[in-house]
């Protein structure tokens, strides 16, 4: 099956500096999403995104599906965004693409 | 809010034990997840549907039975509960047309298996 790769594993920052997380992963998706795991366990989506790019505030996501590879940024971050976020992915085909493959998560602490 | 709740949300149960999680979804969505989160991981699927009656195994389906009988529930039963399946499970539904492939989760159910 797919395989997904996060990075970093753990990520500490000072509130108001800003960060990357990116997923890598090991096939052709028609399916990506970006999710926060708040600290009372909620999965919250934060975007959808295949291919290209988008922003939502002070975040922002880039899909480079021929090169594999997903980034996630945050901008000016706030205590609020702590915890622990995660790439899933969907592979091509009719099957699989209904199921999405999770990555470990970055464990992120912003500090005020 | 994709209009999806989980029953019960926090359950403790002994080893032996039948346990049975519901999911409810308003949205009439066709496809439905359970997918369970381990510490320090993140989820994995268990079984699918991708319509009444019509279900599919995920990569951690061993254990586990799923029904669906109409639209808007997906039943997870787990026959006799063991230690092992002491986890977080989150129930999820697929978009509809003008989301695509976007998959939207329940709060998740705590179960303890003692």
């Known amino acids: 099956g797919i395989q997904v790769e996060q990075s970093p594993p753990d990520l500490i920052l000072q509130e108001g500096a800003n960060s990357t997380l990116r997923c890598n992963f090991s096939?052709?998706?028609?399916?990506l999403q970006w999710f926060h795991q708040n600290p009372w366990g909620q999965l919250i989506n934060l975007f959808y995104?295949?291919?290209g790019t988008k922003q939502n505030g002070r975040l922002s996501a880039t899909t480079v599906a021929t090169e594999r590879y997903s980034l996630l940024y945050i901008s000016s971050s706030q205590t609020t965004d702590s915890g622990v976020y995660f790439c899933?992915?969907?592979?091509?085909?009719?099957?699989?693409?209904?199921?999405?493959?999770f990555g470990e998560g970055t464990q992120l602490t912003v500090n005020p | 809010d994709a209009g999806i709740t989980q029953s019960p949300r926090h359950k403790v149960t002994e080893t032996g034990t039948p346990v049975t999680l519901r999911c409810h979804q308003t949205?009439?969505?066709?496809?439905m997840y359970w997918y369970r989160q381990d510490p320090g991981h993140g989820l994995r699927l268990i079984h699918y549907?991708?319509?009444?009656?019509?279900?599919d195994k995920g990569e951690v389906s061993d254990g586990y039975s799923v029904s669906r009988s109409k639209t808007e529930d997906f039943l997870l039963t787990l026959e006799s509960a063991t230690s092992s399946q002491t986890s977080v499970y989150f129930c999820?539904?697929?978009?509809?047309?003008?989301?695509?492939?976007?998959?939207?989760f329940g709060p998740g159910t705590r179960l303890t298996v003692l």
């Open positions: 899933a992915v969907g592979g091509v085909g009719e099957t699989s693409g209904s199921r999405l493959t």
């Open positions: 549907s991708y319509g009444v009656k019509d279900t």
């Open positions: 949205e009439n969505h066709r496809y």
């Open positions: 999820a539904i697929r978009g509809g047309s003008g989301l695509g492939n976007e998959q939207f």
């Open positions: 096939d052709s998706v028609n399916n």
């Open positions: 995104i295949p291919s």
